[in-house]
């Protein structure tokens, strides 16, 4: 146990300060509007505004079935991940606030489960995400100076349309380059026998020109590449700095626009706002009566030390939910019962040693040190109900979906934090306020 507690207390004290400035809501007072600042800190760049969920914000979930007849067995797994990709571009367009985007594989039927919350038109959202991907490779216009085909500073404007297309294409692979010369890794490209005929046009043509290729219209991979040789065998590679990584993400691009995935609406959810702010206003009620509930229990029971008891909770409150701010933490129904329920458990630890401490003092010891062995010997009983706890809601979180990981998370973010808020907080309390006195 720490010997300088009165450190520990300055420490909380201004983690509870930090706290309650994060916690702090948009308001206004004698005309002046506070907010956040966008930019907090060199990392965190964003208003600390609680993320709500699709129940509570309002939007559409959708279940989209990916038609995979046109793909071959071994590609299907990579289709499904290529499609998802377009869609969290398509997504990120209509400027969506954390969509939320898995994938489903179910015996021979592959899914997309799409959550957008917060949309204002949402039939133009759905038409958006259903749309089949559009892969083409342009060249640079006829009208642009030789000399500027050397420029880096060319634009996606300058560059139209050549005839190839994702149809055309058969796979992209990243793999690592087998040339010495330029390590790390490469995309390989493969073209049907059409595609090859366009492909030893092009390169013909616009030999040591850039190839750019567009996705939905927009630029990939760019600066584009350059085509250094006449390819007459449909096999092209795209060489780069590419780490594992990146040449990863752009074969699923590229493949994106390749694999013929239709996306056909199976089930559709529409939540309105107006049902989201119901929804909102229940769930904080609900967390208040909790709250309240939890402290008169505690301090009808344990009296003075269920004051220090229900003090540690507010703190842990206050810590709880300027993590799910700073993460941040969508909020959805689910995952606010998980916060909810973790309030009750944030007391279990404070029961326990006060339970312990009271048996010390039948005991005959005296309040000091029954305040000592209390903790000594309650912590290993704390550790393990809270190392189970959390052992499953890591389970929940890797094998559930939506609303279950959302559940999981801010439970498991609850437990951690209510295992700081009863062993730290209430034992530096108690040791400062309580123990030491006759």
Known sequence: MSKHPRRILFFIIILVLAAVYIDLPKFSWKGINFSHNPKVTNFIKRDLEPKLGLDLAGGVQLTMSADMSGVSAQDRDSALESAKNVIENRVNALGVAEPVIQTAKTGGQYRLIVELAGLKNIDEAVATVKKTAHLEFKTLKKDIPPEATQSADLIP????????????????????????????????????????????????????????????????SWPPPRIQSVISDGNAQITGNFDSNSAKQLAIQLNAGALPIPLKIESQTRVGPTLGLVAVQKSILAAAIGIASVII??????????????????????????????????????????????????????????????????????????????????????????????????????????????????????????????????????????????
């Open 157 to 220: 404007d300058s560059y139209e349309s050549s005839g190839l297309t994702g149809k055309d294409l058969t796979r992209a692979i990243a793999q690592p380059s087998t040339d010495p010369s330029s390590p790390g890794y490469v995309v390989s490209l493969q073209f049907s026998s059409d595609g090859a005929k366009k492909l030893a046009e092009i390169t013909k043509d616009n030999l040591s020109k850039p190839m750019a290729m567009f996705l939905d219209d927009l630029p990939i």
């Open 297 to 438: 229990f505690m301090i009808a029971y344990y009296r003075l030390l269920g004051i220090f008891a229900a003090l540690a909770l507010l703190i842990y409150t206050l810590l709880v939910f300027a993590l799910f701010k700073l993460i941040p933490v969508t909020l959805t129904l689910a995952g606010i019962a998980g916060f909810i329920l973790s309030i009750g458990m944030a007391v279990d630890a404070n029961i326990l040693i006060f339970e312990r401490m009271k048996e010390e003092r039948r005991w005959g010891k005296p309040k000091l040190e029954a305040f000592y062995s209390g903790f000594e010997r309650a912590w290993s009983s704390i550790r393990d109900s809270n190392v189970s706890s959390l052992i499953t809601t890591a389970v929940l979180f890797q094998f559930g979906t939506g609303s279950i990981r959302g559940f999981a998370l801010t439970l498991a973010i609850g437990i951690l934090v209510s295992m700081f808020s009863a062993v730290t907080v209430t034992r530096t309390l108690l040791r400062l306020f309580w123990a030491r006195q006759a």
